[in-house]
């Protein structure tokens, strides 16, 4: 370990502290990890400076609760270190190479976990991770194929034989209908419901019942998909829905008079409008679960390195590829989820908007009560149910 590598473990590092480090590619080698909570803070600072330079920075952001600091004495750039923070807004190494391979030692033994979209990109690595921690896990995904190879690969891998897959998909009420009409029927609880799957930036294009795709799939379909399931959820408590939204909330806003796009479609403001409503979702939720032992929470999981971006043009897509250590790879995308599942100081908390492992702030538009309420009774209409 290099005598700057030594200092942080000393300064920052160690059992029992807040402040935690985590120095990586020091040498191109790692060369010492704390513990899970290191890769918990909001923000990563990247530093490509001579170590005594370094020791001094460190020194002077010691105040700052809220910094970890990754070192990376080879391949990085002062520009790198600005860059990465605003554009991922934080990357995470891996937990990986942690001793657990997992961001904490909780334990889900006894307890389910519905979790959609799970056969790829985000949600599988959440569910490896919650499998490993001994949940029933239920994948729910569209392509019954993808999800039996998901459900294999889980299984082999976390030695947790509980794992299945059924068929939903979140573009067509009727799916969903019957899939929560299953579930209800066949399983006696559901601890956490992880509303993951997601669709991006796709050409215009309706679900069956005739929504925007986005707005469809990523808020309505998991709308109803929640209400539905919301008495098994309840009877299950201390119990926690948490909704993936996106930092790309910021870029929306929720159209009243155009929801399903039909005047003009932007694809980027179709998928901003649909993650406002994932954060506008929870926060009215939270509200009305006040009591229950039911909690709520909405997320960003960073840029992560997953098939979402399937519908971006070549140039992003290669721009993505170029700067890949500008983004997050999939297990490190999941680790906000992980954490709203089952962190234990979150179990008082509620409504609240994550981001690398701890909460932010979420947008004003986000937090707008009035526009929660309209969006809420408006979503009831759509999708015709009367949930007060
Ligand atoms: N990747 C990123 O940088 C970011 C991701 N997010 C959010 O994270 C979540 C997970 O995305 P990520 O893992 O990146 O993306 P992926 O594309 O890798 O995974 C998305 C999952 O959603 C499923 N899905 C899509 N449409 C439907 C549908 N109609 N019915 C059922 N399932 C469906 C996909 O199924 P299939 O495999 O069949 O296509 C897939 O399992 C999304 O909500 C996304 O908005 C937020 C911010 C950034
Ligand atoms: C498709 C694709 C890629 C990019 C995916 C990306 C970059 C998704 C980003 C999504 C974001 C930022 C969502 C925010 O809500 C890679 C990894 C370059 C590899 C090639 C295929």
């Known amino acids: 370990m290099g005598t700057f590598a030594k200092y942080l473990y000393k300064e920052e590092g160690g059992k029992g502290k807040k402040k935690r480090v985590i ?20 923000v990563t600072v990247l530093l490509s400076i ?6 001094n920075f460190v020194s002077m952001l010691k105040s700052q609760r809220w910094i970890t600091v990754v070192i990376q004495t080879l391949g990085s750039t002062e520009k790198g270190t600005f860059v990465r923070k605003y554009f991922s807004e934080c990357s995470i190494p891996s937990k ?5 391979g997992r961001s904490s030692d909780i334990r889900l033994d006894g307890k389910t976990v519905l979790l959609t979209g799970g056969n790829t990109g985000i949600g599988k690595e959440t569910a490896r991770d919650l ?3 001994g949940a029933r896990i239920i994948i729910a995904c569209r392509d019954m194929e993808k999800g039996t190879a998901a459900v294999k690969e889980l299984v082999e891998d976390s030695g947790n034989e509980s794992i299945i897959v059924k068929k939903l998909d979140l573009a067509d009420t009727k799916s969903i209908r019957e899939f929560a009409a299953q579930i209800n029927d066949g399983e006696e609880q559901i601890n956490i419901l992880i509303n993951n799957a997601g669709v991006m ?6 679900t069956a019942d005739g929504f925007e795709m986005q707005f469809g799939v990523n808020h309505l379909g998991h709308f109803l998909l929640t209400y539905l399931l919301l008495d098994l959820v309840k009877r299950s408590s201390p119990a926690r829905i948490i909704n993936v939204s996106s930092t790309a909330h910021k870029m929306g806003s929720i159209n009243f008079k155009d929801l399903n796009s039909e005047q003009s479609y932007s694809s980027i403001k179709a998928y901003g409008q649909s993650k406002l409503a994932n954060i506008l979702f929870t926060k009215e939720l939270a509200k009305k679960l006040e009591g229950t032992g039911v ?17 971006l043009n070549v140039v992003i897509r290669a721009s993505f590829k170029l700067f890949h250590f500008f983004t997050k790879s999939p297990t490190e995308g999941a680790q906000t989820s992980i954490y709203c599942a089952v962190a234990p100081e979150l179990e008082t908390k509620t409504g609240q908007y994550y981001s690398d492992c701890a909460q932010v702030d979420c947008s004003r538009a986000a937090s707008n009560e009035e526009t929660a309420k309209k969006l809420w009774d408006v979503s009831c209409k759509m999708v015709g149910i009367d949930w007060q």
Do not use: W
Request: aromatic letters at 4%; hydrophobic letters at 30%.
């Open 23 to 42: 120095i990586v590619n020091q040498g191109n080698k790692k060369t010492c990890e704390t513990d899970h909570r290191i890769n918990l803070a909001p």
């Open 50 to 55: 001579q170590e005594k330079v370094a020791v």
């Open 96 to 100: 990986a190479s942690s001793p657990t």
């Open 131 to 133: 499998a490993k921690r």
């Open 201 to 206: 930036m796709c050409p215009y294009s309706k």
């Open 295 to 311: 909690t709520v929470y909405s997320l960003h999981p960073g840029a992560v390195r997953t098939e979402l971006g399937r519908h």
